[in-house]
């Protein structure tokens, strides 16, 4: 069963991100369509896959993470504005029948990510 799936890591405290807010938006030429709002849990995941089946479709998605309020409630000290408020990756699905694993790796200056599958 081909699914997207997303784990969110913070590097400045060497734990899973929990409680950082996500949406996936599919994008069409003008329009951003949104497909799922969430929370990441205890091991830095959403709790179900973003896309699975049928919902798997070929195409152009934005994950955008809330990683500014994140740092915010963990009372880290931020400028304003922020430096980095909400990561938005923009992703190609080329294969629908395939797994797509997307990590983040962030900080509060900092991120990075790697397609996983």
Same mark, same amino acid.
């Given at each position: 069963? +081909? !699914?997207?799936?997303? &784990? /969110?890591?913070?590097?400045?405290?060497? !734990? @899973?991100?929990?409680?950082? +807010?996500?949406?996936?938006?599919? $994008?069409?030429?003008?329009?951003?369509?949104?497909?799922?709002?969430?929370?990441?849990? !205890?091991?830095?995941?959403?709790?179900?896959?973003?896309?699975?089946?049928?919902?798997? &479709? +070929?195409? &152009?998605?934005?994950?955008?993470?809330? %990683?500014?309020?994140?740092?915010?409630?963990?009372?880290?000290? $931020?400028?304003?504005?922020?430096?980095?408020? %909400? /990561?938005? $990756?923009? /992703? #190609? /699905? +080329?294969?629908?029948?395939?797994?797509?694993? %997307? @990590?983040?790796? %962030?900080?509060?200056? #900092?991120?990075?990510?790697?397609?996983?599958?």
């Amino acid at each position: 069963m +081909a !699914k997207l799936t997303t &784990q /969110i890591i913070d590097s400045s405290r060497g !734990k @899973p991100a929990a409680g950082v +807010a996500l949406e996936l938006y599919r $994008l069409h030429e003008d329009r951003r369509e949104l497909l799922i709002r969430g929370l990441t849990g !205890k091991d830095g995941r959403n709790h179900s896959a973003l896309l699975s089946e049928s919902g798997m &479709q +070929a195409g &152009q998605y934005e994950l955008d993470f809330h %990683v500014g309020d994140y740092f915010a409630t963990l009372g880290v000290s $931020l400028s304003e504005p922020r430096f980095l408020d %909400v /990561i938005s $990756l923009r /992703i #190609g /699905i +080329a294969d629908a029948n395939s797994d797509l694993h %997307v @990590p983040l790796l %962030v900080s509060p200056y #900092g991120y990075s990510m790697v397609r996983g599958g």
